[in-house]
């Protein structure tokens, strides 16, 4: 038995579920999200329960998709009603972020500025120097806060570049004063 999957997910009031044959859609008061569903994966509805369940719970691979797909179902419903939020800081002498729509422009060291669109649906917020993205989908906003991580990493000797808000960058010593100068 699968020990998240089993788990029924509670539909607050406000949203709306809906599932035909091969698909799921969510809808709330932050937008619509839809998800495939496996052919070997079921979804019953109970009132405002949704129960998940796979045809061979004994398979290993259908135990995963069970697990797995109760949770994608349950974030989009947390999603919808609250969202999901990631946190970046940008570190270093003269490194800057902007937003103006849904694009946003970073100063990060380089000879240029860097412009990053935004995916359709998430908002990002700038308040001094971190970054918040925001959207209902927690895979894009997972998603696009790595891609905005990527374009300056954070180095181990200063620490300048983009990191996560909760990350712990370990930092390296330098270069050690020549010896018997």
């Known amino acids: 038995m699968s020990r998240i999957g089993k788990q029924p997910i509670v539909i607050p009031s406000g949203v709306e579920v809906t599932v035909d044959g091969g698909e799921i859609r969510v809808k709330g008061p932050l937008g619509q999200l839809s998800q495939e569903i ?3 994966v079921t979804i019953t509805r109970d009132g405002d329960t949704l129960t998940v369940t796979v045809k061979n719970p004994d398979e290993k691979s259908q135990r995963s998709l069970w697990g797995l797909y ?3 179902i349950g974030n989009m419903v947390t999603g919808v009603t609250m969202g999901f939020s990631r946190q970046l800081e940008v570190n270093g002498v003269g490194y800057r972020a902007a937003v103006s729509g849904n694009t946003l422009t970073l100063q990060l060291g380089y000879s240029h500025p860097v412009v990053y669109t935004l995916r359709e649906g998430l908002k990002a917020t ?4 971190v970054i918040t993205i925001t959207g209902s989908d927690k ?3 997972g998603q ?18 983009i990191k996560y808000s909760d990350e712990v960058i370990r930092r390296k010593a330098g270069k050690a004063a020549a010896k018997g100068a």
Not at 126 to 129: E, F, G, L
Request: no cysteine; charged share 40%.
């Open 38 to 40: 496996h052919r070997h």
């Open 144 to 161: 696009t806060a790595a891609e905005i991580r990527l374009l300056r990493k954070p180095e181990p000797y200063k620490g300048k570049g």
């Open 139 to 141: 895979q894009q906003v």
């Open 126 to 129: 700038i308040d001094k120097n």
């Open 70 to 72: 109760r949770r994608l």
